[in-house]
């Protein structure tokens, strides 16, 4: 009668292993990694029979980290778009792994290391400090951790874009648009560039608005939308009419919610301003694969140095997408002179991040 | 004065009716969780159900632009994936905890990898019509209780209309009473020409219909898409409301309401800005709860033989 003694016991053991070992095949939680060769048929590829040059023409390889999903519309689908498009102004050859837990990472690094890999990019500042251990194994590999100040000789460097500039215009332009004059912050998890642009979008909020009120929530997720969405009520209900939503995936839900209620929202971290055009004015871009260009640019040329490099208004890694039709000259006024005063240096930013 | 009382009635009003939103997919997944926790099983693997509804619901809905489709198919995804649940805790014997670990990291990988064959890696996941917002025509009208309990759309109707029903199905046929029985002494049942397998199969599917409408309702009817992971630990906490409510229907939906509730005032208390860390506050539905299991509700006994394979022999 039973199933073990009909099939054996290890025929059942085996379905099991098979219904686990399917999950990791599948992208599943343990860090789905692929790999996409150079594209073929660049330029600068040697021709067949004559690759005597030796190693230096071959391409080279760069391996990055993420903590999430590349199709979260923010954080990571930018680093995900960084690296295709340095693939395709480089050749160099790519590979990614989605997902990667804090604790995980070191392992990431290690694997990727002895794969040969030039340049592992960890996207997140949690990944500085097991760049920093397994970078001291490889001397001759370089690291490179994102949204995070750290250098270490002779490998390990680090670039961000600049999240207070971003929180700042975020938050002058939702004050400028607020009627009542009460904006809200939805953030996901307590990191510090959610941190960062919380604090930043408050100081530009009243900035351009002295008397600007400002509420905000920390989701402490970025996968429960849901929750995202009642937290964005909730907000609301406190009498914000401007929200700003900072939450990566979750934030289309908290844009959803402002639509649904009629009130305005617009989303940092990723472009948005095409899924509610009446309800998001415009979209200050943080762009995140600028910072993935620019380490394989410095690889590439040979310029990695193990430094700290932010780039932001100035670069274009920060900026304004285009204006949508309903929105007021003066808001556009406004905050266009918010961003002068920012380069004129005429306000001190707030900068959690060490 | 009166229009401080009117404020706090209406902050009242919307705090509940979060409450109801919040808590609805965690009563509609618990009507199914009490039959398998009293049929004596593992509801560990109701997260990855959950996923498994709310990603089949949006496919049914985006391939045929109807919800009501979408939640059909998210049903028949549930009983199919909760078929090869049942096959192996009950008909193998495997370890349940072990299964219902697989069963949520399967689900999670295989939505991601379909959501990305079927929906592409974009960065706009496609929207679906979600289920429509159905007021109940006049009871809709009544202050407070309007707005709380009759504007919802049509599942939240239906997770409550199941409290009563799986009540009565446990406590008053005689399906319930081998339900029952089957958690607590299988050999018992067994003797008495109780066919222990078919109950703990029918409780199963039963369960995996309800966990992935519950699933299909967080993606349709919360929202109108899929996400990866979407679930968020729903299934877990659906779990606890069980328990919760001492493996009771009427128990398990005050338990899924008082996480809504808990939820909804947590988000509340942040949006006031009273400058509390966020994380306290965060905690403070999980304190609220453990203080009500621990001081008010008593000890809770489990099903006797929850967790355990029965073996004819």
Known sequence: MSIKRIFGKGVVMLLIVCLVGSVSVLAGCGGGSKEEPAPSGEGEKPSDGSSSSGDSSAPKKVALILPGEITDMGW??????????????????????????DSDAEEFFRGYAKDGYDLIIGHGFEFGEPATKVAKEFPDVKFAVTSINLSQ????????????????????????????????????????????????????????????????????????????????????????????ANADKSTIAILEACKEKGIKGLGIGGEYRDLAPETIPVDVINDASACIVVLVEKLVKGEFKPEFTRIGIKEGAVRLTEWNDWVPQEVKDGVQKAIEDLEAGKVELIRVAK | MGQELFAIIDGATNLLSAAVRMGAPLLLASAGLVFTARAGMSNLGTEGVMLMGAFSGVVGAYLTGSPWLGALLAICIGVIFELIVAFLVVTARANQVIVAMATNLLALGLTSSYGRVIFGVSTRPPRVPPYPLFKIPFLADIPV????????????????????????????????????????????????????????????????????????????????????????????????????????????????LLFGAGDALQMRLQAMGWGLPYQFVQALPYVITLVILTGLVGKAVQPAATGEAYSKE
């Open chain 1, 153 to 244: 000789e002779p490998n390990v460097g680090s670039i961000t874009t600049d999240n207070p500039q971003q929180g700042f215009l975020a938050g002058a332009v939702a004050a400028l648009l607020s009627e009542k004059g009460k904006i809200g912050y939805v953030g996901g998890r307590e990191i510090p560039p959610v941190i960062e642009k919380q604090k930043n979008s408050e100081l530009g909020a009243k900035h351009v608005r002295p008397d600007c009120e400002y509420v905000s929530v920390i989701l402490g997720t970025y996968d429960d939308l849901q929750k995202a969405k009642e937290s964005t009520y909730s907000l609301i209900e406190q009498g914000a009419d401007v929200i700003i």
């Open chain 2, 145 to 256: 209780l309007g707005p709380v309990l009759f504007s919802h759309n049509a599942l939240v109707y239906l997770a409550f209309f199941l409290v009563p029903v799986t009540h009565f199905i446990l406590y008053r046929t005689s399906l319930g009473l081998k339900v029952r029985v089957v958690g607590e002494h299988p050999r018992a049942a067994d003797s008495v020409g109780v066919n222990v397998y078919l109950v703990k199969y029918l409780c199963c599917l039963t369960r995996g219909a309800m966990a992935a409408l519950a699933g299909s309702y967080l993606s349709l009817g919360a929202l109108n898409m899929f996400t990866e992971n979407m679930v968020a630990g729903r299934g877990y906490m659906a779990v606890s409301a069980v328990i919760f409510g001492k493996w009771t229907p009427v128990g398990s939906a005050l338990g899924a």
């Open chain 1, 76 to 101: 990571n689908s930018y680093a995900y778009n960084g690296l295709m498009k340095a693939r395709d102004l480089y050749g160099v050859e790519v590979a990614y792994s989605e997902k990667v837990s």
